[in-house]
């Protein structure tokens, strides 16, 4: 059970725009901690797609953007492209305990 | 260009200690910006965060795992690693090592990955 919850999978078709939820609580995105993603394309390594709510690294296309609200985060993907069936997950930092970095349980995207 | 590259047995024994080296090119671990860290994925399964060293020797786990599992830095050689022990067959997974970005540890993300490795706890 992961600390923060991802819907497991979403599908879009190319060109169409699909959004994906990360929902904590108060430890976590509640408290005001930042909130990241990252995107796994299959049999790679983890990629930094969002970093601290909304800003994209260099080299990451703007159809992609992050937002947080109360609790929750999501990641918008518009013109959706071939290329981005992936995995992706969110991240948080938890207070609970003695503090530490906690992931979603990651989401499935798929294209039509 | 910064790359990380995780070295270590690919078999470990139930019971025994799991050990890994991250080794560091590109930039010094010493950099005061930066936490070091380490990430696990299970097979078919999501990301696990196992914990995070800075380059002074500070150390935070995973609660989960915070009574198996040792970090350490060596600055000389660039390099950090992990040590989990007592493995069981619910360790296997690919092993990550990663650079964090924040001298926060609040403010961790993490912005560079190694490729990963690949460890099975198997008799």
């Known amino acids: 059970q992961s600390v923060l919850t991802q819907p497991p999978s979403v599908s879009g078709a190319p060109g169409q725009r699909v959004t994906i939820s990360c929902t904590g609580s108060?430890?976590?995105?509640?408290?005001?901690?930042?909130v990241h993603w990252y995107q796994q394309l299959p049999g790679t390594a983890p990629k930094l797609l969002i970093y601290?709510?909304?800003n994209r690294p260099s080299g990451v296309p703007d159809r992609f953007s992050g937002s947080k609200s109360g609790t929750s985060a999501s990641l918008a993907i518009s013109g959706l492209q071939a290329e981005d069936e992936a995995d992706y997950y969110c991240?948080?930092?938890?207070?609970?305990?003695?503090?530490?970095?906690?992931f979603g349980g990651g989401t499935k995207l798929t294209v039509l | 260009q910064l790359q990380l590259q995780e070295s270590g047995p690919g078999l470990v024994k139930p019971s025994e200690t799991l050990s890994l080296t991250c080794t560091v090119s590109?930039?010094?671990?010493?950099?005061?910006?930066?936490?070091w860290g380490w990430i696990r994925q299970p097979p078919e399964k999501g990301l696990e965060w196992i914990g995070s060293?800075?380059?002074?020797?500070?150390?935070y786990y995973n609660p989960s795992l915070t009574s198996r599992v040792t970090i350490s830095v060596d600055t000389s050689k660039n390099q950090f690693s992990l040590k989990l022990s007592s493995v069981t067959a619910a360790d296997t997974a690919v092993y990550y090592c990663?650079?964090?970005?924040?001298?926060?540890?609040?403010?961790?993300?993490?912005?560079?990955w190694g490729k990963g490795t690949t460890v099975t706890v198997s008799s």
């Open positions: 990663t650079r964090l970005v924040g001298a926060l540890r609040w403010k961790n993300y993490m912005d560079v």
């Open positions: 590109g930039d010094s671990i010493s950099s005061s910006n930066y936490f």
């Open positions: 060293i800075y380059y002074s020797g500070t150390t």
């Open positions: 108060s430890s976590n995105i509640g408290a005001g901690y930042d």
């Open positions: 601290v709510n909304t």
């Open positions: 991240q948080s930092y938890d207070s609970s305990l003695s503090g530490y970095v906690v």
